[in-house]
């Protein structure tokens, strides 16, 4: 209760001392929060402020030109790839970003390296999004055979899905409170499909699919999956309208105010929202338990790979099952911008070239 009489006093005083400017007082106010959501209406009302300017996380592009920034005061090897790390830093921040450039800094010099390599980068965004490395962690053979079939069972799907996202690398080194992980390079669609989320869903139960398949039994290890994709599942049926019995209905409230309900539908509307998310979430397990049945003998080499080395990349998997058929959201995204970029460098050249430089003044008229 104090704190919140503290708030509302602060927020008092604050609008008094506004109030108390003239039009001429020359005085300009200046607030920024990241937390825009709790702010008082009083604040936000007409007149208060003259702009207000929201601020998002920065895009694809964006990314890419923070890290040219920061990495212009790092010394680099060729084997550096800005678009890379970008694709690798979805909603990071430019502090965030500015964060993996000191912390590839960092590893690199507790390698006594006089330059920051690729690699660098790599664990330095591992160690930011996974946490440190766990290599005196103890696990069993048969533990580790069962991490290595749970991830080579996501990098598989993942990879025969359209809209799932490109892989990157398949570990099962632990981190944090993972015992191993598939890192993919998130495509950011501003639209979703309906495949595009029947994908996702699908390749995050191929881990639990793989294990049921190729180990004969299932374990704790997919927990965090199995939760992401029940959200997914729920957000399509009760958010998206995507769901066969209840079509183009959404209950999403962006107002949060409820309508005063607890709850927007009936018991037996209730009951059908859980039928639903039940028979999608079945319908994309026997989907991916297909997929990796028809993919077994390169789901086993996969798994070999990645118990004698603990690491796999794209190449490895590449070289495999083949390059994927799809062309990726992203590289068309960047093609795009490197070609408006080429444009303009093009444009300026052509320009330049086009000015007629005066003659030298001789002293005559």
Not at 90 to 109: H, K, Q, T, Y
Not at 275 to 291: F, G, P
Not at 330 to 339: H, K, L, R, V
Request: hydrophobic residues 35%; charged residues 30%; proline residues 3%.
């Amino acid at each position: 209760m104090g704190t919140n009489d503290e708030r509302e006093s602060t927020l008092n005083q604050l609008l008094t001392e506004m109030d108390g400017f003239g039009t001429n007082s020359g005085v300009i106010i200046l607030a920024a929060t990241n937390r825009a959501d709790i702010l008082d209406k009083a604040l936000l009302r007409a007149g208060r402020f003259d702009r207000q300017i929201y601020v998002e996380l920065p895009d694809l592009n964006g990314r890419r030109a923070i890290f040219n920034v920061h990495l212009a005061k790092i010394k680099k090897d060729e084997s550096v790839d800005v678009d890379l790390l970008a694709r690798q830093t979805p909603g990071f921040s430019g502090a965030d970003i500015a964060n993996v450039c000191n912390e590839a800094a960092l590893i690199a010099a507790r390698h006594k390296k006089k330059i920051v390599q690729r690699q660098d980068f790599m664990d330095a965004i591992d160690r930011i999004i996974g946490g440190l490395e766990k290599k005196t962690k103890i696990t069993t053979a048969e533990e580790r055979k069962s991490i290595a079939v749970h991830e080579g069972g996501h990098a598989v799907v993942s990879w025969h899905l359209q809209y799932a996202d490109p892989l990157v690398k398949v570990t099962i080194v632990p981190r944090g409170n993972a015992l191993g992980a598939a890192h993919y390079l998130p495509e950011e669609r501003q639209i979703m499909p309906t495949q595009a989320l029947l994908d996702k869903l699908c390749s995050l139960l191929g881990g639990r699919a793989a294990e049921e398949i190729f180990m004969g039994c299932i374990s704790t290890g997919a927990m965090n999956d199995l939760e992401r994709a029940t959200n997914m599942a729920y957000a399509l049926v009760v958010y998206y309208g995507m769901s066969e019995r209840l079509p183009n209905i959404s209950y999403y409230d962006s107002t949060g105010q409820n309508y005063g309900f607890t709850k927007p539908y009936s018991e037996e509307r209730a009951r059908i929202i859980d039928e639903e998310v039940s028979r999608i979430i079945a319908e994309q397990y026997e989907r991916a338990k297909l997929i990796l049945s028809q993919h077994e003998e390169g789901h086993r080499e996969l798994t070999e790979v990645l118990l004698s080395r603990e690491v796999i990349f794209t190449e490895d998997v590449e070289r495999i099952f083949g390059k994927r058929p799809w062309h990726s959201r992203t590289e068309e995204i960047m093609d795009i911008a490197q070609s408006h970029e080429t444009e303009e460098k093009d444009d300026a050249d052509t320009d330049g070239g086009s000015v007629a430089t005066p003659p030298p003044f001789n002293g005559k008229k």
